[in-house]
Structure formats: structure tokens, C-alpha cells
């Protein structure tokens, strides 16, 4: 039912993974530092994503977290280099710090929930990460509300077109 602190970290001829349903919580460090890394798939189980689970994961370019993760802890997603997309779904509600920083190939965030301030995220979460230059995909109608909160208003420009679940 999870995937244990540091069970593959390190492994970079790991090129694919996907996290089965009867998995509920991706440990501490899980994955971290596989560079061969391009594709995950997490499960709809997954209720939390470790502190550093995909932390240095260079070849990785885009994430999906499932409707059932509640939180994602800190520098979950740090170093991934080459991560140029991310999609919230509307049930989440906690980003640890620095949980995507250095990711400086951002391009494309989407978030479904229509309340900003319900994405509860501590401090740096895209802390030298290339917002200023991404776009920030929000629901329709929702585009001053993530304008006037934290840390979305840091992003070079948002759009109301994503469509909530």
C-alpha cells in the first residue's frame, strides 16, 4: 500500500513508472535522483507524495497529481529540470515548500480549484522555477482571484480557460 523512503532512489535506467490503486503514499525520497525518469503515472489512491519523492528527477517533463493527493511535501519536485508542465486537481490542498523549485523549464501550470486560497502552499513552492515566464491555466471566471493570492500571483501570465472536474 506504499512505496517506501528511498525504495528506488537513485535507479537511472528507470525510464517509466506507474503507481497501481492499492498504493496510498509515495515515502520520503522514492524516487529520487532517477534522471532517466520521463514518465509517471500516479494512481488514484495516492493521498500523499513524499518530501523528495521525485526530487532531481532531470528527465521528467510533465505530472498529473490525482484527484485523491491531498499533499505534496517538501522538494517533492525539486531539481526536475525538465519538468515544463503540472496539473492541480480541484480536491488538493497542501504544497510543501520548495516542492517545485529549480524546475526552471515551467511552462504550463493548471490548477482546477476556483478558490486560489485553497491550495494551501508554504513558503518558495517555485522558488527558482520560471513563473515569471509560465503560464498559469486557472477555471474560467477565477483569473483575479489567483491574480491577488500567493504564490500564483507570481506567474507571468494567467489564463481562466482550465476546466474544473
Not at 86 to 110: D, Q, Y
Not at 131 to 154: F, I, M, Q, R
Request: some cysteine.
Amino acid at each position: 500500500t506504499s512505496i517506501g523512503d528511498y525504495a528506488f532512489v537513485f535507479c537511472s535506467g528507470l525510464t517509466s513508472i506507474t503507481i497501481g490503486n492499492s498504493v496510498t503514499s509515495i515515502g520520503e525520497g522514492a524516487f529520487g535522483g532517477c534522471t532517466g525518469l520521463t514518465s509517471i503515472t500516479i494512481g488514484n489512491s495516492v493521498t500523499s507524495i513524499g518530501e523528495g519523492a521525485f526530487g532531481g528527477c532531470t528527465g521528467l517533463t510533465s505530472v498529473t497529481i490525482p484527484n485523491s493527493v491531498n499533499s505534496i511535501g517538501s522538494e517533492a519536485f525539486i531539481g526536475c529540470t525538465g519538468l515544463t508542465s503540472i496539473t492541480f486537481p480541484n480536491s488538493f490542498t497542501g504544497i510543501r515548500e520548495k516542492a517545485f523549485s529549480v524546475c526552471p523549464s515551467l511552462k504550463h501550470i493548471t490548477v482546477m480549484s476556483t478558490r486560489p486560497e485553497k491550495y494551501s502552499c508554504d513558503g518558495e513552492v517555485f522558488d527558482a522555477a520560471a513563473v515569471e515566464t509560465a503560464t498559469l491555466h486557472v477555471p474560467a471566471g477565477c483569473k483575479k482571484a489567483y491574480e491577488n493570492c500567493e504564490p500564483w500571483s507570481d506567474f507571468g501570465t494567467i489564463i481562466d480557460d482550465a476546466t474544473t472536474e
